[in-house]
């Protein structure tokens, strides 16, 4: 606060100068031809000085009130380029108020002001080239095959939020709180959601002063309970005056550049910490790019700023969701410059507004790193086909942008959601959190299905390049396997995961189990080496006549699972 008062007093003397007439006019007009009037003349002289100074005087206080509160209540960051407006606005009225040569400097400095002013505001007009270059990502072709044997984190925040508000008894004294902002993160090896307890308004703060903790929930079983931590925190973003977690880290970084809102991370002993990611302009006051995060301990207020790259091991979003969408932004429209994105639009990809937060989804990797995804579709009107998708990583900035195999024509994440929303029109269900994964060497969308109460209902696949191909389950696994059928059955293949070497083998079938699945269907068997395996009847009509104690020799795909995909299989004596 002392430093935050020092600005404004020094602003405030300064923009005082600049407003309140030094030399006054009547000082000038005063004619002292005869002794009378000479003394008159003095006196009135010494009354003008005097009502200068008190004028002064009184403008540096109002300023550096005004100030103190526009910064105090704005968390501004304090750099003398935060100052253009205000610099337009004394030296326009200074110039006004003065008269002679005072007025002829006055005007000198608000001609500079203006030209100040005009640069930052003219900046996204130039700055577009070194945006884009900020931005640029790595390319390749195609993510990764997805382990089947993980499971995605695929609970919608939508859902884990009301199961949190379901679970909000827990809470002492609940009528003073209410649900803070989610955060997925892993801790202790576990997808998790992270959600503070927020005050509900300036009176709870007032008599609580401490919110009593926060929820945590599995991202990937929906069928899991909320669980509630009571470790109590002074600094949040509810708490006021210089309890704001914003405020505070504004009073220990003054002069540092934000981007995005703080956000709530726990470490592996589940002490909170809240988070904000800063950087600098990428020129003038405009565009960004993130250097490091500010890390607050919510109980003591202790604040550090690491470097991206030094970030503690438990900070699994060093850079915020809010930083990574701009980024997106300027690698899409400014490929080749600011008003190529606005009228040729060559070569221009506009990121999917489908994510659930600040337009990007949090996924994790099978070996725990946490990474932003967007998908990126065409700037026509009525075109729903995807040109590619980013990856960018949540703790470096470092992304990757995948073009998608390019014989191939993907459909982005808003056609994956009308899909959905055909399918279920009579029940008025809807996708939420569409995320692209390579799915047996195919690239499909997994999206999460929830009711009109939000509450989670199934999960749906479909083949980004083959609509026709899609399956849903009431887990993620679930609607795996049937997706896996639903591939054989559609000319699909699934030997392009990185875990599906082909391999041949036979043996006596011990166990045979049979199910219908539209007009087809799927045979699962056990053989006496101890492997199951699976196949549609689309893809081997014969497979429906297997029986136990058959002799068979099948080429199959090693993916890892439970259930080995077959390729091909033939019965002996068939």
Do not use: C
């Not at 326009?92 to 400097?105: I, K, N, P, Q, Y």
């Not at 000198?108 to 700055?127: C, R, V």
């Not at 990121?351 to 996924?363: C, F, K, L, M, Y």
């Not at 998608?404 to 996708?431: R, T, V």
Request: cysteine-free; overall charge neutral; charged content about 20%.
């Amino acid at each position: 606060m002392e430093n935050l008062f020092l600005f404004s007093l020094t602003v405030g003397i300064v923009a005082a100068f600049g407003l309140v007439p030094i030399f006054g006019g009547n000082v000038r007009n005063i004619k002292s031809t005869k002794n009378t009037k000479a003394a008159k003349g003095n006196n009135a002289e010494k009354g003008g000085k005097s009502l200068q100074a008190g004028g002064l005087v009184a403008a540096a206080i109002i300023l550096t009130l005004i100030i103190l509160a526009v910064y105090y209540f704005t968390n501004l960051d304090r750099n003398l380029s935060s100052l253009w407006l205000p610099a337009i606005l004394v030296t326009g009225a200074g110039t006004l108020f003065a008269s002679g040569a005072e007025r002829t400097v006055k005007f000198s400095l608000f001609s500079a002001s203006l030209i100040i002013a005009t640069y930052f505001l003219a900046a996204p007009l130039f700055n577009s080239t070194e945006k884009f270059e900020s931005a640029k990502m790595a390319q390749k072709v195609e993510i990764k095959s997805f382990d089947e044997k993980e499971t995605p984190a695929s609970v919608p925040p939508q859902f884990a939020r009301n199961k949190m508000k379901k679970a909000f008894g827990q809470v002492p004294n609940t009528s003073y709180y209410e649900l803070g902002s989610l955060q997925i993160q892993k801790v202790k090896g576990d997808y998790v959601y992270v959600a503070p307890v927020e005050f509900s308004g300036f009176f709870k703060w007032m008599k609580g002063n401490e919110t009593p903790g926060y929820f945590m929930l599995s991202a990937t079983d929906s069928s899991a309970n909320p669980k509630f931590s009571k470790t109590k925190m002074t600094y949040t973003p509810s708490s006021f005056f210089n309890k704001n977690i914003e405020r505070h880290i504004r009073k220990n970084y003054p002069e540092a550049i934000f981007n995005g809102d703080t956000q709530l991370e726990i470490d592996e002993d589940g002490k909170p910490y809240y988070i904000r990611t800063y950087g600098e302009f990428i020129s003038a006051r405009n565009g960004f790019e993130a250097k490091g995060v500010v890390i607050v301990d919510a109980q003591s207020g202790k604040a550090k700023a690491y470097s991206l790259a030094e970030a503690p091991e438990f900070i699994d979003g060093a850079v915020s969701p809010e930083t990574v969408s701009l980024q997106n932004s300027y690698f899409g429209n400014y490929v080749h410059g600011y008003w190529n994105s606005l009228f040729g639009k060559s070569d221009v990809k506009l990121p999917s507004d489908q994510g659930t937060e600040a337009n990007v989804t949090p996924i994790f990797t099978p070996n725990g790193e946490m990474y932003y995804f967007t998908d990126f579709t065409s700037p026509k009107k009525g075109v729903d086909s995807m040109l590619g998708y980013s990856l960018t990583n949540a703790r470096s900035g470092k992304a990757t942008y995948y073009t998608g195999d390019p014989e191939e024509a993907y459909m982005d994440s808003q056609g994956a959601l009308q899909i959905i929303e055909k399918k279920f029109i009579e029940k008025k269900w809807k996708g939420k959190m569409p995320v692209l994964y390579n799915f047996y060497g195919e690239a499909s969308w997994l999206t999460p299905v929830l009711d009109s109460n939000g509450f989670l209902q199934n999960y749906f696949i479909v083949s980004a390049a083959n609509q026709e191909i899609s399956a849903y389950g009431n887990t993620p696994n679930e609607a795996l396997r049937q997706y896996k059928t639903a591939l054989q059955r559609g000319g699909g293949s699934v030997d392009g995961t990185s875990k599906a070497d082909e391999k041949t083998t036979a043996g006596a079938v011990k166990r045979v189990y049979k199910e219908k699945t539209g007009d087809y269907t799927v045979v699962s068997f056990l053989l006496n080496n101890g492997q199951s395996y699976m196949i549609s009847s689309e893809k081997e009509p014969m497979a429906i006549y297997l029986k136990e104690g058959d002799k068979v020799k099948i080429v199959y795909f090693e993916t890892g699972e439970d259930f080995l995909p077959v390729k091909k299989l033939e019965i002996e004596g068939l």
